[in-house]
């Protein structure tokens, strides 16, 4: 099966005061149709950054090198016109800020028309009848009524569902999510995941889940993707992630996460230090500085992401 | 800049935090101010312009109110030290140019001086304050804010006669104003902070908190719009001047200068060229500096 | 072991401007309505609840950041509410908060040294200044922090070290209670563990009692010795840990730990959690009864009628529903 999207020797970077900052570098990953890639990091990972770069919404200091292709177009630095008849059309994203990505003074119903009279010709009331459907789906009580209303007069996350509602109108064959939960209580939480894990399998949509929690990951994702420092360490399906994670950050991060199976009377394993600085990052493993298992060459040359096994890589100088 | 909020935030900043100078958010808008060069530029020019307002007058061959009948109109040119020319009456105008500069300069910055004391104190106490002695206060603005500045100025004029201190009052009395709101707005924003709640839960004085807390964190935008204030106010005087109810002859402002030389200004203009140049200069610089500490100080670029 | 401080009936109210040029009466949004617990010494309380349960308040409320509308908050045999402002400053010495945002919670404009000192200006002015310095360069020590860094500012470090700094200047006047406003939840998974363990090490090494206010069930599972669940301003269940998650009684309670998503790809399923249908209502205008009956999947007509009371189930485990005989583990 051919990938979705393919991407090569990324390296996003961004001007600075301070000089010349790395977000992401050298990351190579593929989507494959239908199904969900988690990209776990904590921040200035450059988790968000790749997908930015994707969509062409990286900062005014920041540009992107390398290749990201949708079905062998190169998304990367393409012209505006063409990068807009594929985003909010093939290609599409959510926030975890919701409201941001809703003009306030727009009828939450009218924005969502708007797109499909845009991107698919729909009449008015062809699309009207496709936006009700849509706010059907992401279960909103009384669409009817809440295609009239204005993004404030609706919940933190009910307007995350109206923006999955309206990123999934056209039907695209990618959904880029970042941390679209992140933002929403747990009760909330588990109604969004629920949402996308349907629309996943009934719909055949290809998803990308950028998120900081490894809990989240575990019942959605196929695949996961766990970047450090803008480097991407491991890559693998969800299962050998969770029960073999060959990194030494993808164990001590699922190590660190207070579960509810934990035992509370035991102090929690934690990941010593701080994430480094992506002005002076070390020439070695980015980990290095806090790994457990650090040897000589982790500070000196930089691992690359080699199989351990079928579909699982790693970036770790250590024996598998 | 508004680029990558988790990248260009706390982890660049924390590694640095391991050697080298203490970086105050004063020194960073320093350091970051030093990198513009429009803005470095006109403080350079500005203070050119403030130097030779002070000094040209004092050793000019011609003073302000030398008038000479031989040379009456006379175009710019080096003849007879009248560079930029000289006026209906033969008065040189380089002289003038300057002399005014000297007024309009100081007229702008007492005039902020004033506002900014007023209103800093009214709009810190206002918002620090809150509840009914904050909106008492601000309606109070409200009623002066719609009173028109003309309208104020002629009363202040016909009751007390012209005087040049009857301007900077009149001006600062009526820019205090939007300084108030400017800083109570600031006070309110900055009241709502976790760490002036912080403050109140270790049992710090209200006093100490206004000293320590509130006003250091607002005093940023306010540098910002007394940099915008001060040109506000020399174009203020300048227009007084132009409808003859600012700056009296003999003493001579730009404003002064340029509505005498709009009169002329198809035999002579440079009459009106001079005077307008520098004022404008002026304008710019003030601008742009402002614009340069607003980027500089801009809360969000922390 | 004895209680530090006692809530009784606990209830704080915010006066809402009211919308509209000619509506002469605020509106008001009761935030907490009669809460009760008590805090014992060494303990950690959490109180878990969603966004506008009040929880924050009711933290505010007890340390009298927000005066409380009614109730009483009982410390030393003293009713907080009661006293004057400059008895309260005495109190304050012994009485801490950490807030959730750890940058926005530290003055921009001082220094690290200064902000760790000020406690002790207040309340120790005997100290002398070599004194202060040498207990605040021990407490930033205590809490990870290299006592070179006292000359830097706020903005030059990363979230979880602000978060160390508040540690560190909520500490050292030695309180015997922290109020801890969502300590950990701007903060990096890796990060979070490390103060997480930190607040632990400091309760055990000074016995303070901490009230841990978090949205995170499986961190206040973690830091916590007893929960209190809040929804819509009211307490809904407490208990101690074991018997609290081993057998939450609410039915919201049991909503909201379903809701968690379980870190293993084999248990981990989004359509198998518990979710919760409809909108929290608005806390102005707070369902009649059970505040939960909107969205309560046992909801029965007494509840809409009827308010239910704290009734224990099990020792020191109480619950507010009228269905607790339903909601027992078969």
């Known amino acids: ?320 | 800049m508004s680029a990558g909020p988790g990248l260009l935030g706390s982890e660049t900043l924390a590694a640095a935090a391991g050697g080298g100078v203490p970086r105050s958010l004063w020194r960073q808008a320093a350091r970051r101010f030093r990198r513009n060069r429009a803005a470095m530029a006109s403080i350079v020019i500005l203070a050119l312009i403030a130097l030779s307002s002070i000094l040209v007058p004092m050793f000019w061959p011609h003073g302000i109110e030398d008038a000479s009948w031989e040379n009456i109109l006379v175009p710019p040119g080096a003849a007879g030290w009248h560079w930029f020319g000289t006026d209906a009456n033969g008065r040189d105008l380089l002289v003038r140019t300057f002399y005014g500069g000297r007024i309009s300069l100081t007229i702008g910055l007492l005039t902020t001086v004033v506002a900014l004391l007023i209103g800093v104190t009214y709009g810190a106490v206002a918002g620090f304050a809150g509840g009914r002695t904050d909106g008492f206060m601000m309606r109070f603005v409200d009623v002066l804010y719609s009173l028109p500045l003309i309208f104020f100025i002629i009363i202040l004029v016909t009751v007390f006669g012209r005087n040049i201190f009857l301007v900077f009052i009149a001006i600062g009395a009526v820019e205090w104003l939007t300084m108030s709101r400017i800083v109570r707005g600031q006070t309110l924003t900055v009241k709502a902070k976790e760490y002036v709640e912080s403050a109140v839960a270790i049992g710090l004085s209200r006093s100490a908190i206004l000293r320590r807390y509130i006003i250091p964190n607002v005093l940023g935008p306010v540098i910002v719009y007394v940099t915008l204030l001060i040109p506000t106010n020399i174009i203020v005087e300048s227009y007084l001047s132009f409808l003859g109810l600012g700056v009296q002859e003999p003493l001579t402002s730009w404003g002064l200068l340029i509505s005498q030389g709009a009169g002329q200004l198809d035999s002579a203009p440079w009459l009106i060229f001079f005077p307008a140049t520098f004022l404008a200069v002026t304008m710019f610089c003030f601008n742009f500096i402002g614009d340069g500490l607003r980027d500089a100080l801009d809360p969000r670029d922390r | 072991m004895s209680s530090v401080l006692t809530v009784e009936h606990l209830s704080v109210h915010y006066e809402v401007p009211a919308g509209g040029l000619f509506r002469r009466h605020p509106l008001t949004l009761k935030a907490v309505n009669d809460v009760s617990f008590e805090l014992r010494a060494g303990e950690t309380l959490g109180i878990v609840g969603e966004t506008g349960c009040g929880k924050s308040s009711l933290g505010k409320g007890v340390l009298q950041l927000v005066r409380p509308a009614a109730g009483r908050v009982l410390w030393e045999g003293r009713d907080l509410c009661t006293l004057s402002p400059a008895e309260l400053k005495a109190c304050r010495k012994d009485l801490q908060i950490i807030f959730q945002d750890p940058l926005s919670s530290l003055n921009p404009r001082m220094t690290i040294g200064e902000i760790v000192a000020e406690p002790l200006e207040v309340h120790r002015p005997e100290l002398g200044r070599d004194e202060r310095r040498r207990r605040v360069d021990a407490m930033l020590d205590r809490v990870g922090l290299r006592p070179e860094m006292q000359s830097r500012y706020p903005n030059e470090f990363s979230g979880g070290q602000c978060q160390r700094i508040s540690i560190a200047r909520a500490m050292i006047c030695e309180p015997k209670v922290i109020v801890c406003d969502e300590p950990v939840s701007s903060l990096d998974v890796s990060i979070q563990a490390q103060i997480c363990n930190l607040l632990r090490d400091l309760q055990r090494d000074t016995g303070v009692a901490l009230l841990f206010i978090s949205h995170d069930l499986s961190i206040v599972r973690y830091m916590s010795h007893r929960v209190l669940v809040m929804y819509l301003g009211r307490a809904m269940e407490t208990g101690p840990r074991l018997s609290f998650f081993g057998a939450p009684r609410h039915p919201y309670s049991q909503a909201l730990i379903s809701a968690v998503p379980v870190p293993d790809p084999d248990q981990a399923d989004p359509s198998r959690s518990l979710v919760l249908d409809g909108e929290l209502p608005s806390p102005m205008d707070p369902p009649s009864g059970c505040v939960f009956r909107t969205r309560c999947p046992l909801a029965v007509p007494v509840c809409i009628t009827q308010e239910p009371a704290l009734v224990d189930v099990a020792p020191g485990h109480g619950v507010a529903c009228h269905r607790r005989q339903d909601t027992a583990p078969a």
Not at chain 1, 112 to 125: C, D, K, N, P, S
Not at chain 1, 146 to 172: D, H, K, N, W
Not at chain 1, 182 to 190: C, E, R
Request: aromatic fraction near 4%; glycine fraction near 10%.
């Open chain 1, 1 to 320: 099966m051919a990938a979705v999207i393919e991407c090569q020797g990324l390296n996003v970077r961004f001007r600075t005061d301070d000089g010349a900052v790395t977000a992401v570098s050298d990351l190579d990953f593929s989507l494959n149709p239908g199904e969900c890639l988690g990209v776990v990091g904590e921040s200035g990972s450059g988790k968000s950054q790749t997908f930015l770069a994707m969509f062409g919404l990286l900062a005014p200091n920041g540009s992107a090198t390398g290749s990201i292709r949708y079905r062998g177009t190169e998304l990367l630095n393409a012209p505006r016109g063409a990068l807009d008849e594929l985003r909010g059309n093939r290609l599409a994203m959510i926030f975890q800020d919701a409201l941001s990505g809703l003009t306030p003074t727009m009828r939450v119903g009218e924005q969502m028309a708007e797109v499909l009279v845009r991107h698919q010709g729909l009449t008015r009331q062809q699309a009207r009848a496709r936006v009700i459907e849509a706010l059907e789906v992401v279960r909103i009580a009384d669409p009817e009524r809440r295609y009239a209303a204005y993004p404030f007069e609706m919940s933190g996350g009910m307007r995350q569902r109206v923006m999955i509602a309206m990123a999934t109108l056209c039907r695209p064959e990618v959904l880029v999510a970042d941390e679209p939960t992140t933002a929403l209580d747990v009760t909330v939480q588990a109604q969004v995941l629920r949402l996308l894990d349907g629309l996943k399998r009934h719909t055949g949509t290809s998803l990308v889940l950028i998120t900081h929690d490894l809990g989240v990951v575990a019942g959605l994702c196929d695949r996961v993707l766990i970047m450090y420092a803008g480097r991407a360490v491991e890559l693998g399906p969800v299962r050998d992630i969770f029960r073999r994670p060959a990194h030494p950050y993808t164990r001590a991060l699922l190590r660190s996460m207070p579960g509810l199976g934990i035992d509370p009377a035991e102090d929690l394993p934690v990941i010593p230090g701080q994430p480094p600085d992506l002005e002076h990052l070390p020439p070695g493993c980015a980990f290095a500085s806090r790994c457990a298992h650090v040897v000589e060459t982790c500070r000196v040359t930089r691992p690359a992401l080699l199989a351990v096994g079928a579909d699982h890589a790693r970036a770790c100088h250590l024996p598998a």
